[in-house]
């Protein structure tokens, strides 16, 4: 059990030093923003998942942080992708 926990951690850091990486390089595009709202919503899921321990519980009690998360990266992905008019 401990070491499925560090595993994701693991995967938790490398996909947020990738992020950052990313960000710290000024390498920004439309593919990459997509990549990068797939992988902020991976690192999301895992920590549901995991770390909050809803991967044991029913569907009903999963399914609200996993919608808040999709609705919130959903907003984002319409802020940068959606042109603003002038």
Do not use: C, H
Not at 40 to 68: A, C, H, S
């Amino acid at each position: 059990m401990k070491k499925k926990f560090e595993v994701i951690w693991i995967v938790l850091m490398v996909l947020s030093i990738f992020a950052f990486l990313l960000g710290y390089l000024k390498l920004v595009s439309s593919s990459l923003v997509s990549v990068l709202l797939v992988s902020t919503f991976l690192k999301g899921q895992l920590v549901i998942d995991y770390f909050m321990g809803l991967n044991e519980v029913k569907l009903k009690y999963r399914i609200i942080p996993t919608l808040w998360l999709s609705i919130v990266l959903f907003l984002v992905a319409a802020a940068y992708y959606v042109p603003v008019g002038k």
